[in-house]
């Protein structure tokens, strides 16, 4: 069975015409013939939307109780078994309710397509899940429905429903939207004209990037190469030298004059891996280009002209930029460069060459590609070869009674200069061989002893091996040095691999790196150092070793990371080569500095996100639910001093009953701000002393009502260490809680048992209910102050119970946990450390 096709109607904004547009199209498909039904769409008081809806099938919804509540759903399989060409769903990022099939409805859509149903629907661009921070710092709103940006991504078709701010403001003002009572909030909150502007530049940018997917798999598929100018895109070719930063300014200029316009960054690397530019540089333009909001992209060729095209027409681009030749005027002999090569082959993408101070003057040498060091030993060893080998090797064959002709002199000279090069490098083997050359003529060339060569063909063999000799030489020689050199890389690679890995593994310790860099380059202290501005003084932010140098100019090594930070090294002056190595540890010493700082600026925040919160919550409950009990308080004390009314007995007495409750239902309140706020400040103090758990739970208990408790605790306990008073909040708190959520006719029940454990005795006390029971993703939410969960209405508690609990609990050692209650409901765990346990082992950990 074909899987059906998914059409989004997408909008910034509720209110733009997302569900107006989509039961448009479901008439106009129904009057071209076919089968369309409304599976769900939600209409929400706005009459527009209800004249859509009359001429259209719509499959009955399916009706679901939750909490006491009635809700309506899409049904599903009364969907499924209609089987409709075109099924109507609005609301993709929709949650279902608990009890359903699926927990979201683009998961029901997904069935319907699974089925062969074309499906059309709709979503707002809040409730993307890539963007919820986005939103949520715009309108300061987190969204809790969202849907995966693959799902709509997957769509067949994707239309964008748009509406300017103004007009969409206005048609809220004029009750289109929201019921007369909210429009005022409405327009002074979340419809504000800077969050609709900026919610719909989010719809705007993510349906044209979409439009540009489409476009770039619709050239793929049909082997397009040539570039549509739909979208500015230039590229910036960069070979890693010291113009590169001028190259990325210019074309970042470029894409600025286009709205919508895109910077990339391209380097093509040869595949030899060994010759190449500076990494220094590189890193520092990537920088540069990601900080300009443009992409780095690294292409492996060794056809430099062709690899830049490619890159360019792969991602069309429209414009290519390129920095002026630094060859000099003779290396053009060798043909033309590669601005030259790339401007003729372009076709149709422009092609910018741009000048610098560089241009012209060569290409510098760049570090850690300076001549390799054979070392002293080897030097004098490769110049003696060079400059002995020949005299000795010459005293050898004219020893030799037998002459084994030119030509097996020049094979031996041959290999003589070989093996200079193999041991000295290439200007022993040079020496080598003009020495060869020499001797050569004198002593084996026909006439000897003379500088005479009477042969034309001996001039022929003495110069084809001096040249053979040179190019052999050079050609071991590079050898030699490419082997030195990977060898190098290979352990700059190692390096700059540990380095990876701590960052991937999100490694935060200054010290740990720090003395890393002292290991890796055997110096005897490293410190970073920071100043406030560039006059300022310098301190030390972190350092390892003796004797740290104190400024940049006491070390043997600094390397400077911005204006502000230096790593400096002492002990040892490193070789140029050491640099880029270093380089590398320097910036992430840099980001691991910033980031501890800004995790501590995010803790910083958050506690001041809490305080802020809890005084919110505070505020509220000083002025509602502690406002309650007073105003029934003074009520019935006015009523009982009016004389105007003689009260019975009876009522007089209900009268002082209320205001009785009035005045326990304050005093526990408060008890309860108070303890909170002992425990915030940090001032609870228990005094722990060993006490029996059938002492302290009983006394917890008192003022329930009869039958709504049930005790099974033994007085075969052991002893607990706790603060009896706070153990006893802690207790009545929870059992409090237990009783207010548990049905009539179904007790709480109190149970305490003891676990053996590795590490010893524990007592767990567990206050079970039947009542509705709390989700996995709320159970800890429920210990947080000001929490009421669920539907508890106000005037039942500020909702500190639990979160007192949990806070003296864990004063005294212990803790509080929420489990399910098996065949429903919730059980509170509070578990203590027995008196004097000693550790004892436990078969599987099992309940005694």
């Keep these: 069975m074909a899987r059906g096709r998914l059409r989004i109607y997408l909008g910034a904004a509720p209110g733009v015409g997302k569900t107006y547009a989509m039961l448009s199209e479901g008439h106009r498909r129904a009057a071209r013939g076919t089968d369309v039904v409304v599976g769900f769409v939600e209409p929400h008081g706005r009459p527009h ?6 001429g259209l099938e719509a499959v009955p919804r399916r009706s679901t109780e939750y909490r006491g509540a009635a809700f309506t759903e899409l049904d599903l399989d009364a969907v499924l078994a209609r089987r409709p060409e075109v099924a109507l769903v609005d609301e993709l990022a929709h949650s279902c309710v608990p009890g359903s099939r699926h927990t979201k409805r683009w998961e029901d859509i997904e069935e319907l397509l699974d089925a062969g149903i074309d499906v059309v629907s709709t979503v707002n661009i809040q409730h993307l ?16 429905e969202t849907v995966p940006d693959e799902v709509v991504r997957r769509a067949d078709q994707i239309e964008l429903v748009d509406m300017s701010p103004e007009a969409l403001r206005r048609r809220i003002a004029h009750g289109n939207v929201y019921a007369s009572d909210k429009v005022d909030a409405a327009l002074s909150h979340y419809f504000r004209p800077g969050n609709l502007t900026a919610l719909r530049e989010l719809a705007l940018l993510w349906t044209a990037d979409r439009a540009d997917e489409y476009l770039q798999r619709y050239r793929a598929e049909h082997h397009i190469a040539a570039t549509w100018q739909a979208r500015e895109r230039i590229v910036v070719g960069l070979t890693g030298g010291p113009e590169g930063g001028t190259l990325i300014r210019r074309a970042a200029r470029i894409a600025a004059k286009g709205s919508g316009s895109e910077l990339l960054a391209v380097h093509i690397v040869r595949s030899d891996g060994l010759t190449g530019s500076s990494t220094t540089e590189l890193a520092a333009q990537r920088r540069l280009v990601e900080d300009l909001g443009g992409s780095f992209h690294s292409v492996l060729g060794d056809d430099v002209p062709t690899a830049l095209l490619d890159f360019a027409r792969g991602v069309n681009a429209t414009q290519i930029v390129l920095g002026s030749s630094r060859r ?13 090569t790339v401007a003729r082959e372009s076709g149709d993408i422009d092609v910018h060459i741009v000048t610098h101070e560089h241009a012209a003057r060569g290409r510098p040498p760049l570090p850690g590609r300076l001549p390799v060091k054979l070392g002293r030993v080897r030097a004098v060893a490769g110049w003696l070869v060079g400059c002995g080998g020949p005299a000795l090797l010459t005293l050898l064959l004219t020893a030799w009674a037998d002459d084994p002709g030119l030509p097996t002199d020049l094979l031996l000279f041959l290999t003589l ?51 053979v000799g040179v190019a052999v030489a050079s050609v071991v020689d590079l050898a030699a040095r490419r082997a030195q050199q990977a060898a190098r890389s290979r352990a700059e690679a190692e390096t700059l691999g540990y380095l990876a890995g701590s960052v991937l593994r999100g490694e935060d310790s200054l010290a740990a790196l720090l003395g890393r860099v002292g290991e890796t380059f055997q110096t005897e202290s490293v410190a970073l150092l920071e100043r406030a501005d ?51 540890f320097a910036a992430q010493a840099v980001a691991v500095l910033e980031r501890r700082r800004l995790a501590d600026q995010a803790a910083a925040a958050r506690r001041q996100a809490e305080g802020n919160r809890i005084r919110t919550a505070l505020l509220a409950a000083v002025s509602h639910d502690l406002r309650t009990p007073l105003a029934g308080i003074k009520a019935a004390v ?32 408060i008890d309860n701000l108070l303890d909170m706020s002992r425990l915030r400040t940090g001032t609870v103090t228990p005094l722990v002393r060993d006490v029996h758990l059938d002492e302290v739970v009983p006394a917890a208990l008192g003022g329930l009502a009869a039958g709504t408790v049930r005790l099974e605790v033994s007085e075969g306990l052991p002893m607990v260490p706790a603060d009896a008073g706070l153990l006893e909040r802690a207790v009545a708190n929870v059992v409090e809680n237990a009783v207010k959520y548990s049905p009539p006719g179904a007790p709480v029940l109190i149970r305490a048992d003891v676990l053996r454990l590795a590490e010893g005795e524990q ?62 409901g919730l059980t509170m765990v509070i578990t203590l450390p027995a008196a004097g346990a000693a550790a004892a082992p436990v078969q599987g950990g099992v309940r005694r």
């Design 534 to 584: 560039d006059r300022g003084p310098w301190q030390c932010v972190a350092a390892v070793g003796p004797h740290p140098a104190a400024r940049p100019e006491d070390a043997d090594v600094d390397v400077p990371v911005g204006d502000r930070l230096a790593l400096a090294l002492s002990g040892r002056v490193l070789p140029a080569d050491d640099r880029r190595v270093l380089g590398a």
């Design 417 to 467: 200069t070989v093996v200079a090069a193999l041991v000295g490098g290439v200007f022993p083997a040079v020496a080598a061989a003009l020495v060869g050359s020499l001797l050569l003529n004198y002593y084996f060339t026909p006439p000897t002893h003379t500088f005479t060569i009477a042969g034309p063909q001996n001039i022929l063999a003495l110069g084809v091996f001096v040249g």
């Design 49 to 54: 939307t209800r004249e859509l809806l009359a």
């Design 638 to 669: 006015s009523s009982l001093r009016s004389d105007e009314v003689r009260w019975a007995p009876e009522d007089e007495a209900e009268l002082l009953a209320g205001i009785e409750d009035g005045a326990d239902r304050l005093d526990h309140l």
């Design 129 to 144: 899940e890539s963007l919820g921070d986005v939103v949520e710092g715009i309108t300061g709103v987190r969204q809790r």
């Design 328 to 340: 000099r005027t003779w290396q053009y002999a060798f043909g033309p460069g590669v601005g030259s």
């Design 763 to 824: 007592v767990e006390l567990r206050v079970i209910d039947r009542g509705p029971g709390v989700p996995d993703e709320a159970r800890e939410r429920i210990f947080e102050p000001f929490q009421r969960y669920g539907d508890a209405p106000r005037g039942d508690g500020v909702g500190l119970g639990l979160a007192v609990a949990r806070g003296f609990v864990e004063a005294m050692g212990g803790s509080v946990a929420a489990e399910d209650t098996p065949g429903g």
